[in-house]
Structures are given as structure tokens and as C-alpha cells.
């Protein structure tokens, strides 16, 4: 009986320590963001850094932050003067 009893607190204590590893995980894991923003930008020109036209970023992707790994970005950067960043045409 005495073991029986035993192999129940046992049972407990790693059911309690596994929910609790479980619960610390999703507390610290950083999980993939979407991102969807527009920023307000300012493009100067090389022959004059006096003048130069407003213009907008738009960043729309996901950020993921791995465990054990580096940090990556997969999406599209477009600024709305140049074309070629909403299509990613290059010729």
C-alpha cells in the first residue's frame, strides 16, 4: 500500500512540475508578431540635402524570435515613391 501511495505523489509532484515548466514556457516565449504598420517618411535628395519629398513605409510581415536562434523578419518593406517595392520587381 505504501507504495502505491508513493508512486501517487510522485505522479503529482511531475504533473505539477511539468505544468508549471508548461506555464513558464508560454510566460517567457516571445511567439511570432504580426506586423502591419505605416511610418511617415522623409526622402532626401543626394544633390541637394536641403530638399527633399515626404513620402510613406508601409511594413507588413511576421517577426519570429525562435528559441535557440536568430531573430527573423519575413515579409515586405514597401515605400510608396519606388514601384519596384510594391511588386519586388526588380527588372
Same mark, same amino acid.
Given at each position: 500500500?505504501?507504495? !502505491?501511495?508513493?508512486? &501517487?505523489?510522485?505522479?503529482?509532484? =511531475? /504533473?505539477?512540475? %511539468?505544468?508549471?515548466? &508548461? %506555464? &513558464?514556457?508560454? !510566460?517567457?516565449?516571445?511567439? *511570432?508578431?504580426? %506586423?502591419?504598420?505605416? #511610418? /511617415? /517618411?522623409?526622402? #532626401?535628395?543626394?544633390?541637394? *540635402?536641403?530638399? =527633399?519629398?515626404?513620402? &510613406?513605409?508601409?511594413?507588413? =510581415?511576421? #517577426?519570429?524570435? *525562435? !528559441?535557440?536562434?536568430? *531573430?527573423?523578419?519575413?515579409?515586405? %518593406?514597401m515605400i510608396e515613391e519606388y514601384e519596384f517595392t510594391?511588386?519586388?520587381?526588380?527588372?
Open positions: 500500500m505504501n507504495l !502505491l501511495k508513493r508512486n &501517487s505523489n510522485t505522479f503529482k509532484v =511531475g /504533473a505539477l512540475l %511539468i505544468l508549471l515548466l &508548461s %506555464i &513558464s514556457f508560454l !510566460l517567457i516565449y516571445d511567439f *511570432p508578431k504580426k %506586423i502591419d504598420r505605416k #511610418y /511617415a /517618411a522623409y526622402e #532626401y535628395f543626394t544633390n541637394n *540635402p536641403n530638399d =527633399g519629398e515626404t513620402t &510613406s513605409v508601409t511594413i507588413v =510581415g511576421t #517577426y519570429k524570435k *525562435p !528559441l535557440f536562434r536568430n *531573430p527573423s523578419f519575413t515579409g515586405k %518593406i510594391q511588386t519586388y520587381e526588380l527588372m
